[in-house]
């Protein structure tokens, strides 16, 4: 078993997006400076005897020019090169689009469920709660400014989706976990390797290392704040275990650490 680990490129946003309250006015500091940051979007591919599995699909190429609403092209500055586009990542991995026997999204926000439509042949695992509530906020209004984290087109992809709420062993030595609190369900992953170890990857359960603390702290996009703590727990009960490697989310400083594509871990 290899995982690779599809570099898509940088987003841009507000620090408060990842860690609640990294500015905040008070009385000597009235009008703070607030801090523009650039976080990693990333997939994740598994080359397992049994099957080709994909985790989550990134941000599509056309984010910015008419796929995301004006108000996300504003307060997210998605930016890619020609190599981090989602199928050429895929081709340094030895793949194309089709080879992907199954996909699992952590959950349907923007910049995890981009190119889904690339794998409308495959099995689509998803977290039932979280799929129910995209597709309620996506069709309750016309305003797609109201959609939050969601994109319409996303959820209307015809896939073969399969609604889970359940942890189990998709794969021997591939777990899917239930992460909730970033939204009403995340899918997390855990991968248990031969050479590399077992790696955790929580998706926006946990962002960076910033939000797993001790002590942690709750970023400022989230559903569920008891069960975002409660995931976090859950995580590092995981992490000492199995002695893991929590692979961060969107952590611009562990990326950087972090086995790019064609590197894998084995």
């Keep these: 078993m290899k995982v690779y680990i599809l570099d898509n490129g940088i987003l841009e946003f507000d620090a408060n997006c990842l860690v609640n309250f990294t500015t905040r006015a008070t009385s000597v500091n009235k009008t703070p400076v607030h801090k523009w940051i650039k976080i990693p979007i990333y997939a994740v591919l598994i080359d397992h005897p049994q099957a080709k599995i994909l985790y989550d699909t990134g941000c599509a190429s056309n984010s910015m020019e008419g796929k995301w609403p004006e108000y996300h092209t504003i307060e997210n500055t ?15 991995a030895g793949f194309k689009p089709e080879d992907i026997d199954i996909v699992v999204m952590s959950h349907m926000h923007l910049d995890h469920a981009g190119n889904l439509d690339m794998f409308k042949h495959a099995d ?5 709660e979280d799929f129910a509530n995209g597709l309620v906020v996506t069709h ?21 989706f399969k609604l889970v709420e359940d942890e189990f062993e998709l794969v021997p030595g591939v777990q899917i976990l239930n992460l909730p609190g970033h939204s009403p369900g995340v899918l997390g992953l855990m991968v248990h390797l031969k050479n590399s170890g077992t790696l955790i990857f929580p998706s926006d359960a946990l962002y960076s290392r910033e939000n797993y603390g001790p002590p942690p702290r709750i970023s400022g996009i989230f559903y569920d704040s008891i069960n975002f703590f409660k995931t ?24 950087q650490t972090m086995k790019l594509t064609p590197g894998y871990y084995d």
């Excluded at 586009?85 to 340094?92: A, E, I, M, T």
């Excluded at 976090?232 to 929590?246: F, H, N, S, T």
Aim: aromatic share 16%.
């Design 78 to 92: 998605y930016t890619f090169t020609e190599d981090q586009r989602f199928d050429n990542q895929l081709q340094k």
């Design 140 to 160: 309750k209004s016309p305003d797609p400014n109201t959609y939050g984290g969601y994109i319409r087109a996303d959820l209307e992809v015809p896939c073969n």
């Design 232 to 255: 976090i727990e859950k995580i590092r009960k995981l992490e000492k275990k199995y002695d893991a490697q929590v692979m961060f989310s969107h952590d611009i400083g562990f990326f």
């Design 124 to 128: 689509v695992y998803v977290h039932k």
